[in-house]
Antibody
Framework: EVQLMQSGAEMKKPGESLRISCKGS????????IGWVRQMPGKGLECIGI????????RYSPSFQGQVTISADDSTDTVYLQWNSLKASDTAIYYC???????????????WGQGTLVTVSS | EIVMTQSPATLSVSPGESVTLSCRAS??????LAWYQQKPGQAPRLLIS???IRATGIPARFSGFGSGTEFTLTISSLQSEDFAVYYC?????????FGPGTKVDIK
């Protein structure tokens, strides 16, 4: 069974750094793009960016470029989303999701992680 | 950047009824459109990709139609488990964009 398992909820203060993770299993990790999607409280879905773990090719949505860093470690089948300096406006649920098609960067997301709640508050 | 819109924002429906949700892209996305269902406290679930292809395990009462800029998702004979928020997403162009969602709730 294809699964994405995300790290647990985080509570941080403004200005702190954070890295959350998403571990894939049940498929060949290096053959599918994985994306990160933000959902702010009571709001809709926003695509942050996608990464191809096979070669760490990354695409960022313009709204998130420079605000976060996406990375992957194919030795542990894990992708990461990182902030260097959190803001209160980063409070949201963050989902990782796998592209349905192998190798294809134009694809829907067929498998989603359970979400990681990030709360940033002083 | 391609902007996705959805209508209506909310739909109140009785179980057993059928509903059609609309999604529009600001420019052509061919058939590169997906529909997702999200229930409270859960991650989104893929229903439809390629505008009309049901994902694995999705019941036949969900059907997608359209190409270019106009798309619809029809749910025939709504079941209790279908009350949720539905999002469309284009994957033709970068950045990927989701619509704002349509909430289907119980009348």
């Amino acid at each position: 069974e294809v699964q994405l398992m995300q790290s647990g909820a985080e509570m941080k203060k403004p200005g702190e750094s954070l890295r959350i993770s998403c571990k894939g299993s049940g498929y060949t990790f290096t053959t599918h793009w994985i994306g990160w999607v933000r959902q702010m409280p009571g709001k809709g879905l926003e695509c942050i960016g996608i990464i191809f773990p096979g070669d760490s090719d990354i695409r960022y949505s313009p709204s998130f470029q420079g605000q976060v860093t996406i990375s992957a470690d194919d030795s542990t089948d894990t992708v990461y989303l990182q902030w260097n300096s959190l803001k209160a406006s980063d409070t949201a649920i963050y989902y990782c999701a796998r592209h349905r098609m192998q190798y294809n960067d134009d694809s829907s997301f067929d498998t989603w992680g359970q979400g990681t709640l990030v709360t940033v508050s002083s | 950047e391609i902007v996705m819109t959805q209508s209506p924002a909310t739909l109140s429906v009785s179980p057993g009824e059928s509903v059609t949700l609309s999604c529009r892209a600001s420019q052509t996305i061919y058939s590169n459109l997906a529909w997702y269902q999200q229930k409270p406290g859960q991650a989104p679930r893929l229903l439809i990709s390629g505008a009309s292809i049901r994902a694995t395990g999705i019941p036949a009462r969900f059907s997608g139609f359209g190409s270019g800029t106009e798309f619809t998702l029809t749910i025939s004979s709504l079941q209790s488990e279908d009350f949720a928020v539905y999002y469309c997403q284009q994957y033709n162009d970068w950045p990927r964009g989701f619509g704002p969602g349509t909430k289907v709730d119980i009348k």
